[in-house]
């Protein structure tokens, strides 16, 4: 079994700061990782993942999020945030296995105030 | 390419009803997830259907049933609701190991 901890449930940051969201993970076996972003009375849209091959994995909004395996961590990073940044952010983990389930974490509100 | 769909949107019934749920995935993925948000709460596995069939079940009672039909859309049926039934519901369809998500049903019970 697998689980998920996100050490922040809230980040309050100004616009243009830098910005941090971490989450580590436990698990028996190897992993994939992710990070799913929700905007209020919605789904959850997918950010970025790491599956294999380059531990630094990037979104096409500007973040970035580093597999560290021997910390179980895969935390979130963005160098200089906007309002717009504003949501629920989740980790989850999934075995590497095709198709297994995803284990989430309990979010992290990103807050982003001008 | 529409992405995943969910039907409806929001949705009210009262202790001991049954609600059924339903979900189209991405175009090509054979693959649903279920997933109950409760408020304030990350998102937990009800459980994953493929090829019509059941394949994973996450801590749920078995008040919560599902299906898969031939064109790989998927019902959620939940029987007898509670108080506590009350959360936002989750579908995800996947081809391999990555999960897309629709925009989710909120069901009230009171």
């Known amino acids: 079994a697998q689980s998920v901890t996100q050490l922040d449930s809230q980040v309050p940051v100004f616009e243009e700061a830098p910005v941090e969201l971490r989450c580590n993970y436990s698990?028996?076996?190897?992993?994939?990782l992710f990070w799913y972003v929700q905007y209020p009375n919605q789904g959850l849209q997918l950010l970025l993942k790491?599956?294999?091959?380059?531990?630094l994995v990037e979104s096409i909004n500007g973040f970035e999020a580093e597999f560290n395996k021997s910390q179980t961590s895969f935390h979130l990073r963005k160098p200089s945030v906007h309002i717009s940044d504003t949501a629920e952010y989740f980790c989850?983990?999934?075995?590497?296995?095709?198709?297994?389930?995803?284990?989430f974490g309990e979010g992290t509100q990103l807050t982003v105030n001008p | 390419d529409a992405g995943v769909t969910q039907s409806p949107t929001h949705l009210i019934k009262t202790r001991g009803q049954q609600v059924t749920l339903r979900c189209s995935p991405k175009?090509?993925?054979?693959?649903v997830s279920w997933y109950q948000q409760a408020l304030g709460q990350g998102p937990q596995f009800i459980f994953q259907?493929?090829?019509?069939?059941?394949?994973q079940r996450g801590n749920f009672p078995d008040r919560f049933s599902g299906h898969q039909f031939p064109n790989y859309s998927s019902e959620l049926n939940v029987n007898a609701l509670l108080l506590g039934d009350s959360a936002l519901y989750l579908c995800?369809?996947?081809?391999?190991?990555?999960?897309?998500f629709g925009p989710g049903t909120r069901l009230l019970v009171l």
């Open positions: 995800a369809s996947s081809l391999a190991a990555t999960q897309y």
């Open positions: 698990s028996s076996v190897s992993v994939y």
């Open positions: 790491y599956l294999s091959g380059s531990t």
């Open positions: 989850a983990v999934s075995e590497e296995t095709s198709g297994s389930r995803l284990t």
């Open positions: 175009s090509g993925h054979d693959t």
């Open positions: 259907y493929y090829e019509e069939e059941e394949r």
